[in-house]
């Protein structure tokens, strides 16, 4: 069982730049691959980019170009760093492993990003 705590979102303006974290409260390194998800008000959950332990890396189309994640399995952590944000980008962000587990801490309570224009 794992406990994933995503920080470092925030209200920001419309081509900005925000880096989020997800801190695992053990060792990732049994999670092959690690993805940030997003919910936006009234919409699903969805992908937004995933990453592997050898550092393969995979993005929604919407972000591909803007959005990079990465991992630190030393720190049991897993970036995204978001850059040109659109207002579209606004959502609450989740990691969780790719697939996303359903176990009891996979979800935790996201991290708010919020774009104005």
């Known amino acids: 069982q794992v406990q994933l705590v995503e920080s470092g979102g925030d209200l920001v303006q419309a081509g900005g730049s925000l880096r989020l974290s997800c801190a695992a409260s053990r060792s990732i390194f049994s999670f092959d691959r690690m993805a940030w998800y997003r919910q936006a008000p009234g919409n699903q959950r969805e992908f937004v980019a995933s990453i592997t332990n050898s550092g393969s890396t995979y993005y929604a189309d919407s972000v591909k170009g803007r959005f990079t994640i990465s991992r630190d399995n030393a720190k049991n952590t897993v970036y995204l760093q978001m850059n040109s944000l659109k207002r579209e980008d606004t959502g609450v962000y989740y990691c969780?492993?790719?697939?996303?587990?359903?176990?009891?801490?996979?979800w935790g309570q996201g991290t708010q990003v919020t774009v104005s224009s």
């Open positions: 969780n492993t790719a697939p996303p587990s359903l176990q009891r801490g996979y």
